[in-house]
């Protein structure tokens, strides 16, 4: 949370931290949006240890900016034409006026760096304040970082959005359902009241469509995916693909608030009419290993435990997992979940890869997201749900959506 | 132009580019999706200088690589697992894995970087490998870099693409226009056929329905502004505001492609019902501006002429500018306009503050707005088209929308 960041900058050493927020990324710089709240406002955050965080802004935002609560300081204050006219050279008159920002505000010592950014230019412009700068360390962290760590853990009010977005979320499936039910099944093929076959791009179109009618934005990525591409997590699917019966249907869906805000993540897979055994029984074991760590969970445990015990599951069922094999192209052959807020990918991880010691505090909100794979087979199953731990350590799903294979 | 990439980087004696291609980033990474398409797939882009592009991609993407027609590298060649285990430091082992790359596809020397990124990460990998390669060195440019370049000028695909994007920007807006003329004036506010005020925020919901149905994307930042915010270049409108006769409100509209694409942008300035005269001889202005450049523009002429030229007009007409005062919040008080295509704001600059000599070649896709600005005096007015210079150095609008203020 927010009111997390003085300690974790004292834990790091922290002076001061400097949030970039250049113009047109703003709802894919999390690390900015955190501050400024999803408005539109081109500028810098920067918050000394102990302080207030001060917005710099442009005077044509002075609107935006008095609505985020922050401690505001015009950007005007630095004349950049003035600067220009005394380093002609455009680098150097940037660096000048960063330079005189950390000067007046009295930004030094050890500085973190965050948000998203342009590759070259700012690479130019930090390598050549540090070298100017003597007062000045640059502290560029990896990963853990002191804002994904406070972003990690929510407060009362993004959890009350979150909680919205996931019946926003859950709702849209269950008008996809709603849709595909109301098919028949002839030939093989899923087909609508008119005979013509449902195809993907149908029941896309209509997620898409719902998705907007209550206020969610839908990133590209939505996957429906059936049979051999169900397979292959990253598919998006193939909208002229008709519905077949019988066929596993993966719908994974991570839509977030209008205007950039907070995301949902789940995924339910089907199977329309019937399923074959095999991917039931897949299916059973996908839900019991998810059945399973949600019964597990423990606030403050290592996340790497669930991983393990989730591996252990499919193992024993007869299943390869990343675990023992890497590269692995089929069984369980990615990790348990992620965190998820402001970005769909948090910073909370459970990767059988890098075991990072993560913990799942009070507060953390996660995917679960067992899954099996078996694209040569032509199928795969991933059952997934946002999944939330309360002050009091708790475990709540966010994601109010049964789950059953079957569509009848 | 793409094609234009080898001899960009001859001249800046660059032998390799690397683009970053960071997860979650995809519409707001641009010079990825100039090579990729839009499509989401997590990697880095390689290109050596007279060697067709590289993309390096994770095994999850296959399908989307292939699309890309893109020569295919795939990450799994570098065993994540392996580096991990040799270095348990998550930094060095992304260090040694972007070493390994490097080496085994032959990138050294002068090397350009490029891609949207997280400050922190992006910071901490390069500046140790810079540290770690002798035969590296990093060439971080801050603006009209290779890439910025090679996008400013596009090519008959992609001309197609943001025409089609501008046919479908100007019905949007018309649909909007509709709306509004439907209505009726009635006690000093516009009424809907239920009698009730037609607010901003009602035009926006509809404007942005009209968007999702022909697949546009709507990023934040839709500009409906009415009165004294009109005067405010970058207040985005009050939607709980009625709609008042006489007042200024100006629409400021730029979509894109759903799914990453092109973007376009447009505004139109409109007075309901009557303008009063103020009004009505500030939107002559700024139209006699529009038409005096539009008609006076050149290829291979500096884009400083044209913003001069309306200086010198508005300046004739009583109006103060950016060119004679500095900060300017009344009068013509921003640059006449910047490229576009992947990006809102693309590398083509008409500042007043900065002269970079930047000209605009054939093949350039770029905004011509000017506009004036009295919030003082509760009005403001803006007129852009989004306009393309052809391969035979015409100028063509590629927003087919009349300029008429007064909606009747």
């Not at 047109?24 to 999803?38: I, Q, R």
Request: hydrophobic share 40%; aromatic share 8%; net charge negative.
């Amino acid at each position: 949370m927010k009111s997390d960041l003085d300690r974790l900058m004292a834990e790091r050493n922290l002076d001061a931290i400097v949030v970039e927020g250049p113009d047109g990324l703003e709802s894919a710089n999390p690390d900015y949006n955190y501050f400024v709240g999803g408005r539109h406002i081109p500028g810098l955050i920067i918050k000394k240890r102990g302080e207030p965080a001060m917005l710099l802004h442009g005077p044509w935002e002075q609107n935006e900016a008095e609505q985020t609560g922050l401690t505001l300081v015009l950007l005007n204050r630095w004349n950049i034409r003035e600067i220009l006219q005394q380093f002609p050279d455009r680098l150097e008159a940037r660096v000048e006026q960063r330079r005189r920002i950390f000067a007046d505000l009295g930004v030094r010592g050890r500085v973190g760096i965050y948000g998203t950014v342009r590759a070259g230019p700012f690479f130019a412009l930090m390598t050549r304040l540090a070298q100017q700068l003597d007062d000045l360390e640059i502290v560029a962290e990896l990963d853990r970082d002191v804002i994904s760590m406070a972003r990690l853990t929510k407060d009362v009010d993004e959890i009350e959005r979150m909680r919205a977005v996931g019946r926003k979320t859950c709702a849209v499936l269950q008008a996809a359902v709603d849709f595909i039910r109301a098919g028949r099944i002839d030939d093989d093929v899923v087909r609508g009241a008119d005979g013509a076959p449902l195809t993907i791009g149908d029941v896309r179109r209509l997620m898409l469509r719902e998705m907007a009618a209550l206020g969610l934005e839908a990133p590209a990525g939505m996957i429906i995916s059936q049979g051999r591409d169900a397979g292959l997590p990253h598919a998006r699917g193939d909208d002229s693909m008709p519905l077949r019966p019988g066929q596993a249907i993966v719908i994974d869906m991570f839509p977030r608030e209008a205007g950039g805000g907070y995301f949902h993540d789940m995924t339910r897979t089907f199977a329309i009419g019937y399923a074959p055994p095999e991917l039931q029984q897949a299916y059973n074991d996908v839900l019991g290993a998810f059945t399973m760590v949600m019964n597990a969970f423990e606030a403050g445990a290592p996340t790497r435990t669930y991983q393990d015990m989730v591996c252990a599951y499919f193992e024993e069922r007869g299943h390869d997992t990343i675990r023992r094999t890497y590269p692995i192209e089929e069984g369980y052959i990615h990790s348990l979940g992620h965190g998820l807020g402001l970005e769909i990918h948090e910073d909370l991880s459970f990767s059988s890869l890098v075991d990072r010691g993560d913990t799942i505090e009070p507060g953390a909100v996660f995917t679960v997201e067992p899954g099996l794979y078996y694209p040569s087979r032509g199928f795969g199953v991933r059952i997934e749900d946002t999944c939330y731990c309360t002050p009091d350590g708790r475990f709540e799903s966010l994601t109010p959506f049964p789950k059953e294979l079957v569509i009848a």
